[in-house]
């Protein structure tokens, strides 16, 4: 096992709650000096908490939420420091910061940049004004185009737009659109996930109600396809189910979780993965502040996987990546051929055209990247 570690921060407040939004997000209350607080507490735990993770190698540091471009930069830059005093923070570690549009401006970018951060990740979902109302996005397309030039002028030269396809009563033209209106923004990196909307959030409600006209299942994987053509003649290779980068541009952070790596998350429902062991924060702010006011850390709960539990979820995770795996790489790790451990599982999924038939390789088809539960599943225990 490598030594490297990645750090998540969940930075859980937004402007506004978008319609489809699950997330551990909340809006911002108007309270001055809510910002501060919850990033003050983000640092005392990562002071405080305990754990083996001290003194290791960190290459991939994320700022995700919420909306972190929220937190005033010299915020951030507090939270860099106590992560360079816990872990050894590599010169040319990859930086990310999600950043929503009309939340930035240059000056502000020029403040992260050197605080350390080195990539933005920015959240223009489409560039469709009235779609955007509709998502409850408190931004206009126009402005994720500035938020980009900000990004440019304040040096930033690596840089993801996520967007999102299969939204309420729109085509596949209008998701490619929405994706090459991105694409004509130069990005280094375009993420793109199908629209998923879960019970408890507006669009939730619409959906029982019968109101929300979405796509068939379908149409949502002829958008998809239609998102991954346009990437692909933008230069943009796609290398995970949902991810597309130019060469060399892959987030080093995602890549670790789809490798299984080791992180660890700090701040309000931060999940870590050691080695096996899953442990998540508390969830919401105010508790999770008094729980690292009171002991140095917010520990909600823990789990650790068992070995069979352990090498499904290698397999569903590498089976998200383009490249999929090598029967050597999965012997190497589990100490048993592919085949041993799940006699005829592979010969009979490349059968039903969900796997590629390839020596040597474990990768989907084209068809068995969208139905990749039904890949995964004789894998899991
Ligand atoms: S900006 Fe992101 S995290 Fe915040 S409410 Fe919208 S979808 Fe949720």
Not at 18 to 38: I, K, Q, S, V, W
Not at 158 to 164: E, R
Not at 320 to 348: K, M, N, W
Request: net charge positive; glycine share 12%; with cysteine.
């Amino acid at each position: 096992m490598s030594d490297g570690v990645g750090v998540y921060l969940h930075m859980p407040y937004c402007p506004y709650k978008c319609h489809y939004c699950d997330f551990n997000a909340y809006r911002l209350p108007p309270r001055p000096g809510t910002l501060e607080a919850m990033a003050a507490g983000i640092v005392e735990e990562i002071a405080r908490a305990p754990g083996d993770d001290r003194g290791r190698q960190a290459r991939s540091i994320y700022f995700g939420g919420g909306t972190p471009s929220l937190f005033p930069p010299r915020a951030i830059a507090a939270i860099l420091e106590a992560l360079r005093r816990r872990y050894r923070v590599v010169p040319r570690a990859e930086v990310t910061l999600e950043c929503n549009p009309g939340t930035v401006d240059v000056a502000l970018l020029q403040e992260l940049s050197r605080a350390g951060v080195t990539r933005l990740s920015i959240g223009a979902q489409s560039f469709d004004a009235a779609m955007l109302r509709r998502l409850g996005r408190g931004h206009a397309p126009e402005d994720t185009r500035l938020a980009v030039r900000a990004a440019r002028q304040a040096g930033f030269d690596n840089l993801n737009i996520d967007v999102i396809y299969g939204l309420p009563g729109t085509t596949a033209a209008e998701a490619e659109r929405d994706a090459r209106e991105a694409l004509a923004l130069g990005p280094e990196h375009l993420s793109a996930y199908a629209l998923e909307v879960e019970d408890g959030t507006y669009f939730g409600a619409l959906r029982a109600r019968g109101t929300l006209p979405l796509p068939s299942d379908d149409e949502v994987v002829e958008a998809g396809e239609a998102v991954a053509r346009a990437c692909l003649q933008h230069g943009l290779e796609r290398y995970e189910i949902s991810n597309f980068a130019r060469p060399g541009r892959r987030s080093r952070h995602n890549l670790l979780y789809w490798h299984q790596g080791d992180y660890r998350g700090f701040g309000p429902g931060a999940h870590s993965h050691m080695s096996g062991r899953r442990s998540w924060n508390v969830a919401g702010p105010g508790p999770y502040l008094k729980a690292v006011g009171a002991q140095g850390e917010a520990c909600a709960g823990e789990e650790t996987l068992s070995p069979d539990g352990r090498r499904g979820e290698w397999i569903y995770l590498r089976l998200r990546l383009t490249e999929g795996f090598s029967l050597r790489a999965f012997s190497l790790r589990f100490g048993v051929p592919l085949d041993a451990a799940y006699p005829g599982v592979r010969r009979q999924l490349v059968r039903q055209g969900l796997l590629e038939a390839l020596p040597g390789r474990v990768r989907p088809t084209a068809a068995g990247r969208w139905l990749l539960h039904r890949v995964a599943e004789p894998f899991l225990p």
